[in-house]
């Protein structure tokens, strides 16, 4: 186990997330990743060993504490000093991409604003690691919501 940002994550999953944003090309050598690896273009996390590496992590973090949803995930990839729009209210981020993606959060709709990790997905429903669902400040992984839901008002990708 790896300890990031006080939370525990297996460490098979922290070697495939840094290789996936600091090495992209040796991730795509590797299948961990899939896709076009440039300047401008975006990698998506979509091969079944990705995928299973963020199961695991959910299942890891299940009835944790994770705090607020916007903490939890800023705490999670270290962003609230590098990337500044993604920060306060949930419901005040603005979205940066409409294609959902594993290792992305989708941005929700409700009586309050709300945010959540994509950690799985497929053609119809996407699986989610989120804290402070239930106003309990606690991990809760495994909600499904359909892609086409009229609660997703977009996408946040790092």
Same mark, same amino acid.
């Given at each position: 186990?790896?300890?990031?940002?006080?939370?525990?994550?297996?460490?098979?999953?922290?070697?495939?997330? +840094?290789?996936?944003?600091?090495?992209?090309?040796?991730?795509?050598?590797?299948?961990?990743?899939?896709?076009?690896?440039?300047?401008?273009?975006?990698?998506?996390?979509?091969?079944?060993?990705?995928?299973?590496?963020?199961?695991? $992590?959910?299942?890891?973090?299940?009835?944790?504490?994770?705090?607020?949803? +916007?903490?939890?995930?800023?705490?999670?990839?270290?962003?609230?000093?590098?990337?500044?729009?993604?920060?306060?209210?949930?419901?005040?981020?603005?979205?940066?991409?409409? %294609?959902?993606?594993?290792?992305?959060?989708?941005?929700?709709?409700?009586?309050?604003?709300?945010?959540?990790?994509?950690?799985?997905?497929?053609?119809?429903?996407?699986? $989610? $690691?989120?804290?402070?669902?239930?106003?309990?400040?606690?991990?809760?992984?495994?909600?499904?919501?359909?892609?086409?839901?009229?609660? %997703?008002?977009?996408?946040?990708?790092?």
């Amino acid at each position: 186990m790896v300890y990031l940002g006080g939370m525990k994550i297996p460490l098979s999953f922290f070697v495939a997330v +840094v290789m996936i944003c600091f090495a992209p090309s040796l991730a795509l050598s590797q299948g961990l990743i899939e896709g076009e690896v440039g300047s401008n273009q975006t990698v998506l996390i979509q091969t079944s060993f990705a995928q299973q590496n963020w199961i695991e $992590l959910g299942r890891s973090l299940q009835g944790t504490y994770g705090g607020q949803c +916007v903490a939890f995930i800023q705490r999670f990839y270290g962003s609230y000093f590098k990337d500044p729009s993604f920060r306060g209210y949930a419901g005040d981020i603005q979205s940066n991409s409409q %294609i959902a993606a594993i290792g992305e959060a989708v941005l929700l709709t409700g009586k309050v604003g709300h945010t959540a990790l994509i950690v799985g997905m497929d053609e119809k429903y996407l699986t $989610l $690691l989120e804290s402070n669902l239930r106003f309990d400040e606690r991990v809760t992984y495994g909600r499904r919501i359909e892609r086409g839901s009229p609660k %997703i008002r977009g996408y946040f990708r790092f």
